[in-house]
T-cell receptor, first 115, second 115 residues
Framework: SAVISQKPSRDICQRGTSLTIQCQVDSQVTMMFWYRQQPGQSLTLIATANQGSEATYESGFVIDKFPISRPNLTFSTLTVSNMSPEDSSIYLC????????????FGPGTRLTVT | GNSVTQMEGPVTLSEEAFLTINCTYTATGYPSLFWYVQYPGEGLQLLLKATKADDKGSNKGFEATYRKETTSFHLEKGSVQVSDSAVYFCALSDPTTSGTYKYIFGTGTRLKVLA
């Protein structure tokens, strides 16, 4: 498995501002993923971040709103830009480890509240 | 496309009761199937998995069998404890044409166990 940490664990932000969420893994991984979990809902994939290339966004998510960086094999960031109350969610990163490619391991999540 | 359908919650049980949470799936290929658990205020933890038909995944007293004929992966536990109170997500993982594994999550079932 993999140990994944996220920062911050939670934040309360003003509308119109931006927040960058960090995801750190304790081993090198090729694929990292960012999900959104809106209150009481299931997980929705925002984008897939492959090291050395542009992130691939799912339908309904755009780079201008959710820019992602993936500078190396153990780290990624997701920025939630120009926030509105509708962005209040838990944001989770996950990784796919090379030895178990069909499995994903999740970080603890970042709980974001936009006021 | 692929999908996962999970029984709606909340499910409320007394301690030591038998638990079943139903999950059915639709997939064009041969997916791997998973149950994840999310305890209050935390991220998702992999509970168990099965990678092919008739496989049984088990962990912490929970088990689920990959039934291809009924396209189901129901979660069961013989005797629940208060500490099992959490949200349970059924998920499938299917390889995409680009070689990555895409996850599809069910909507989650909240379990509450009363002492």
């Amino acid at each position: 498995s993999a140990v994944i940490s996220q920062k911050p664990s939670r934040d309360i932000c003003q509308r119109g501002t931006s927040l960058t969420i960090q995801c750190q893994v304790d081993s090198q991984v090729t694929m990292m993923f960012w999900y959104r979990q809106q209150p009481g809902q299931s997980l929705t994939l925002i984008a897939t971040a492959n090291q050395g290339s542009e992130a691939t966004y799912e339908s309904g998510f755009v780079i201008d709103k959710f820019p992602i960086s993936r500078p190396n094999l153990t780290f990624s960031t997701l920025t939630v830009s120009n926030m509105s109350p509708e962005d209040s969610s838990i944001y989770l990163c996950s990784v796919e480890i090379p030895a178990k490619r069909s499995e994903q391991y999740f970080g603890p999540g970042t709980r974001l509240t936009v006021t | 496309g692929n999908s996962v359908t999970q029984m709606e919650g909340p499910v409320t049980l007394s301690e030591e009761a038998f638990l079943t949470i139903n999950c059915t799936y639709t997939a064009t290929g041969y997916p791997s199937l998973f149950w994840y658990v999310q305890y209050p205020g935390e991220g998702l933890q992999l509970l168990l998995k099965a990678t092919k038909a008739d496989d049984k995944g088990s962990n912490k007293g929970f088990e689920a069998t990959y039934r291809k004929e009924t396209t189901s992966f129901h979660l069961e536990k013989g005797s629940v404890q208060v500490s099992d109170s959490a949200v349970y997500f059924c998920a499938l993982s299917d390889p995409t044409t680009s070689g990555t594994y895409k996850y599809i999550f069910g909507t989650g079932t909240r379990l509450k166990v009363l002492a």
